[in-house]
């Protein structure tokens, strides 16, 4: 009589590798190889495992990724079922971005995966390009250009596009936001992307907006900086005796040697008067810095910023607009800035076909992985899993945090 180890939701793959359905691993079954069998040394799994348990132990160029992998050959071979411990040559490695990846299909392998664990109740969606550095090559061949719409609470880019040369984010910016469900969600954006066509798409897919306002938008400025010029408690010469429904929330910060001081004050007085789809608050965001040095104040900056948003005061008040408009910087800290320092992608030459686009495409999925795992901080995520390789794979194989 045989027996079977895989339980319930669990699935074994044709190496004998028991895995999660929904886990990264599943998605890696569906990938299209296009190469053909004779001459083949490696499954496209196993290739793309290899890669991504490098990824999460620290190793980032195709040749650190190479030697990472001779180096541990005898305990990936087990953890992989491979009958002998040779591992693949950087050019292998190589060709896997450049030529045997369709850019495409691992794109929507990404969503797929990314999205299946969207939150729901307003999570904010942070709508932002990135310029890949290491893909242009001067007077030949333009740097790559990518749009994502990032989840900021999951960690997870839900989807992305390409910019093409002949276009800017803001063309681009619909065919992201029609790849995700936007229903109880809130997408942000910079004052580029606060346009009226997107709002009315946001609005149509159920979700809501909020943009800053700044010159793009003369008329809404200047509608924006005058009501918010009328007093809160007593009138200056000109505005007479004007009755506001202002409301204001303060959050007080303070770290490396900076105070910072954000107030934001909202308004629901030009609903009826913007001609700007769905509407429902417009706010005033004062942002002032103090950096300090033994408590003594060296020097001060302020910064105003004006912006509107379809979430009505029921949904969210200032307090909560403050947070909102927070978070959407996550997707520069937590995202752009990582892929930058922690895994050295601009540093990274990929000029050759969609290289730039999958290698991105990977650094968005092991900072999921990362999140999966609890870890706050993915530099110290990756120094852990170079000593606890069996963790980094259990990672890829469950849906599950460690």
Request: proline content about 3%; charged content about 20%; overall charge positive.
């Amino acid at each position: 009589m045989e027996y079977s180890t895989v339980e319930g939701g669990q699935l074994l793959s044709a190496g004998g590798i028991i895995y999660e359905a929904g886990s990264l691993y599943s998605r890696f079954q569906e990938v299209p190889d296009p190469r053909k069998a004779r001459g083949k040394r490696y499954e496209l799994v196993t290739l793309l495992v290899l890669i991504f348990l490098a990824k999460l132990c620290g190793q980032d160029r195709p040749v650190e990724i190479a030697d990472w992998a001779a180096n541990h050959g005898q305990s990936l071979a087990e953890l992989l079922g491979l009958s002998r411990v040779w591992m693949p040559h950087h050019n292998t490695i190589r060709r896997v971005y450049q030529d045997i990846l369709d850019e495409e299909a691992f794109d929507e392998l990404a969503q797929a995966y990314a999205q299946e664990a969207q939150a729901t109740g307003w999570e904010v969606l942070a709508l932002d390009g990135k310029v890949l550095r290491g893909t242009g090559i001067s007077g030949v061949q333009a740097h790559t250009h990518l749009l994502s719409l990032y989840a900021t609470e999951s960690q997870r880019v839900l989807a992305q596009t390409q910019v093409a040369a002949t276009e800017n984010e803001v063309s681009a910016a619909p065919r992201v936001l029609e790849k995700v469900n936007l229903d109880g969600q809130v997408v942000t954006g910079d004052a580029l992307l606060a346009q009226k066509k997107l709002s009315s798409q946001i609005l149509a897919q159920k979700g809501a907006y909020l943009w800053p306002i700044k010159a793009n938008h003369p008329g809404v400025l200047a509608a924006l900086e005058t009501l918010f010029a009328i007093p809160q408690t007593r009138p200056k010469p000109g505005f007479g005796q004007v009755r506001t429904d202002f409301q204001s929330s303060r959050k007080v910060n303070k770290g490396h040697g900076r105070l910072e001081i954000r107030t934001l004050t909202a308004s629901g007085m030009l609903n009826t008067h913007l001609e700007w789809p769905g509407v429902a608050q417009v706010y005033r965001l004062e942002r002032e810095f103090r950096w300090l040095r033994q408590d003594q104040v060296l020097r001060t900056s302020h910064q105003t910023e004006y912006g509107l948003t379809s979430l009505a005061a029921s949904q969210a008040s200032p307090a909560r607009l403050l947070q909102l408009r927070r978070q959407h910087w996550r997707i520069e800290t937590g995202l752009h800035y990582r892929r930058d320092v922690t895994f050295q992608e601009d540093a990274t030459r990929a000029t050759k076909g969609a290289a730039g686009r999958i290698l991105a495409t990977i650094h968005n999925l092991v900072l999921a992985l990362i999140k999966q795992a609890g870890f706050t901080n993915a530099a110290k995520a990756r120094r852990w899993f170079a000593g606890h390789l069996p963790q980094a794979f259990a990672l890829l194989t469950s849906t599950s945090r460690l």
